[in-house]
């Protein structure tokens, strides 16, 4: 069975400043999805940012990028030049390519608080 | 795109009532459809995942007759909390994809429904 690590339950950052945020998987299958998806105070899931095992190079959106090692299985978040509106609870989760229903599996989430 | 709607937002009922809870895909045709739980500062546990015109398949522990789901359309998923107690309170959060075999396409999700049992 796959599962999600995130091991900083929380974290904080310097506006303006840039952070990142661990995650590691476990799985034997090849081909897969990760995803970044950011739940602020509103408590809306917003994806922020997705990757496909079967390309190497990272994903970006805008200020935010991936440091995908899929030999190390390995999936951190870098976000750069913090804002206030980054504040919220981050989410890493991870999709098998071979499901037929699009199943997510989440890690337990980092809390980020961007201080001003 | 892909928006989700979530229906209602915040309910507060007395114990013993059920409650229905409406989530429905705005611009998309969404065959799959995923119920969750989450209690505060912690991830989201799936309930159940609702395929349209057949049968949800509920996660290990989480009581089929307890959670009605229902997915009579392409677009509109429904969760009944059916004789809801105080433990039943929580935050339910719906999400849709896109149809079976559109593989890799991430989840979009509702606004999620805040659920209080007097």
């Known amino acids: 069975a796959q599962t999600v690590t995130q091991s900083q339950p929380e974290m904080s950052v310097q506006e303006a400043e840039t952070v990142t945020l661990s995650c590691t998987y476990d799985?034997?299958?090849?081909?897969?999805?990760l995803f970044w998806y950011k739940q602020p105070p509103s408590r809306q899931m917003i994806l922020v940012i997705r990757?496909?095992?079967?390309?190497?190079q990272n994903a970006t959106e805008n200020r935010f990028s991936v440091n995908f090692q899929k030999a190390a299985k390995s999936f951190s978040l870098k976000i750069s030049d913090s804002q206030l509106g980054d504040t919220a609870m981050y989410f890493c989760?991870?999709?098998?390519?071979?499901?037929?229903?699009?199943?997510?599996?989440f890690g337990t989430g980092t809390l980020l608080a961007v201080q001003p | 795109g892909a928006v989700v709607s979530q229906h209602p937002s915040w309910v507060i009922c007395k114990s013993g009532t059920s409650v229905k809870i409406e989530c429905r895909s705005l611009?998309?045709?969404?065959?799959?459809m995923f119920w969750y739980r989450q209690f505060p500062k912690q991830s989201l546990m799936l309930m159940a995942t609702?395929?349209?015109?057949?049968?949800?398949?509920?996660e290990q522990g989480v009581e089929k007759d307890k959670f009605l789901i229902n997915h009579a359309s392409l677009t509109l998923s429904t969760l009944t909390v059916t004789s809801a107690h105080p433990e039943d309170s929580s935050f339910y959060i719906c999400?849709?994809?896109?149809?079976?075999?559109?593989?890799?396409?991430?989840?979009?999700f509702g606004d999620g429904t805040r659920l209080s049992i007097l």
């Open positions: 611009d998309f045709q969404a065959t799959t």
């Open positions: 609702s395929n349209e015109g057949s049968k949800a398949t509920y």
């Open positions: 990757q496909e095992a079967y390309k190497q």
């Open positions: 989760a991870f999709m098998n390519y071979g499901g037929a229903t699009n199943k997510l599996i």
């Open positions: 799985t034997s299958e090849n081909n897969y999805y």
């Open positions: 999400s849709a994809t896109q149809p079976r075999g559109t593989v890799g396409q991430p989840q979009h």
